[in-house]
């Protein structure tokens, strides 16, 4: 069996390219995935903090969120 050498660096040119391109597509399927994936999850946590706060306000019907003081003669006290 004989096996020219051009047609071996030939071979292992093609092996190297195609490789490397599976490679960089392999890796940015993974990041596109990562990416989604931890988006949605953080979209998650974000909407039940907000629903969490919602229910803490709701839970204090005597809270005062703001008060302005005013004495007699009409100025405002700070």
Known sequence: MKV???DALLASAVFYC???NLF???KTLID???DA????IER??????EDEDE????D?????LRVQVIDEVGKKCH
Not at 44 to 49: T, V
Not at 60 to 64: A, E, H, Q
């Open 55 to 58: 229910d803490e306000d709701e």
């Open 24 to 26: 960089w597509v392999n």
């Open 4 to 6: 020219d050498v051009l």
């Open 60 to 64: 204090l019907p005597g809270r005062v």
């Open 32 to 34: 596109f995935t990562a």
């Open 18 to 20: 195609v490789v490397s």
């Open 37 to 40: 994936l931890f988006d949605h």
């Open 44 to 49: 998650q946590y974000e909407e039940q903090e």
